[in-house]
């Protein structure tokens, strides 16, 4: 249930999404007489969008978010597995084309590839299944070991979970297929503005990990600014930053993790530290 609300709540509060039903609705208070309502409406129409595309908006609410969390500087000397959570393929065109096209998370498969070579003993679980209520599409489960096998990464380092649809499930599941031992090392890999609700959910299912942020989309020095960005990037930061602090904000009410933005804090035991 919680999975299809959070697909509703979203689909009336994404940026773009708002603004036409604003503009919708300026338009019936016009016809009804209501100018000045109706005018309000789309001032706020017109100050979301230009707000989303032409400020640096969408930058100061990810860099918070992106710098939450660090990679471990020095790294462990040993893991014993690596958690590549799902959202980084583009499910609908692999699902028809049979290929393994990469979306602006990306850069977590990369990463996770670095990772493999680094720890070469060291097993792969990719955490994805179906995340779309209505379009046929391709989890990144089933997507991965093409992908894997291309980059060079056997077919046999790879554990599956092709279960969860979001990320409350990716934490559930994994720790499911993999059953940790509190003595174990799991680096847990996703977008940086994704970790700390991705580590609050591994805490709140009993799954301490090692976070590896990828996937950045910020400097880390942002300040506010007019026309720096160009407006399909700045639109795009700007609604995943507040998906993400909707989400935070949706979890922690419904007690899906303990604070509101979770930060480093418990994680799994730490071997000592290995070469860089």
Do not use: C
């Amino acid at each position: 249930m919680f999975f299809f609300l959070s697909k509703a709540l979203w689909l009336f509060v994404h940026p773009l999404n708002l603004a036409i039903f604003a503009l919708f609705g300026a338009l019936g208070l016009a016809s009804f007489g209501r100018r000045k309502a109706a005018f309000l409406l789309t001032l706020g129409a017109a100050l979301l969008l230009g707000s989303a595309a032409w400020t640096t908006l969408g930058d100061l609410l990810l860099e918070p978010l992106e710098s939450r969390f660090a990679r471990p500087d020095p790294p462990p000397a040993h893991v014993d597995g690596i958690i590549l959570l799902g959202g980084a393929l583009e499910g609908n065109v692999n699902h028809v084309r049979g290929g393994y096209e990469m979306n602006g998370g990306g850069d977590r498969f990369v990463e996770v590839t670095a990772l493999a070579r680094r720890y070469p003993d060291a097993p792969i679980v990719v955490s994805g299944g179906l995340d779309t209520v209505l379009r046929d599409t391709e989890g990144d489960a089933d997507t991965a070991p093409r992908l894997f096998a291309a980059l060079g990464i056997p077919r046999e380092r790879l554990r599956l979970e092709n279960r969860s649809r979001n990320t409350a499930e990716n934490a559930l599941f994994a720790k499911e297929l993999i059953k940790p031992t509190p003595d174990q090392t799991w680096i847990l890999v996703t977008s940086a503005y994704h970790m700390p609700r991705a580590v609050g959910l591994f805490r709140k299912a009993g799954f301490p990990v090692v976070p590896w942020p990828a996937d950045y989309r910020t400097a880390g020095n942002e300040g506010f600014d007019i026309l720096r960005d160009n407006e399909t990037d700045a639109l795009g930061k700007t609604v995943g930053a507040l998906h993400e602090w909707i989400g935070l904000i949706a979890y922690w009410l419904t007690g899906k993790i303990d604070e509101p933005l979770p930060g480093p804090g418990p994680t799994a035991s730490m071997p000592p530290a290995g070469p860089n």
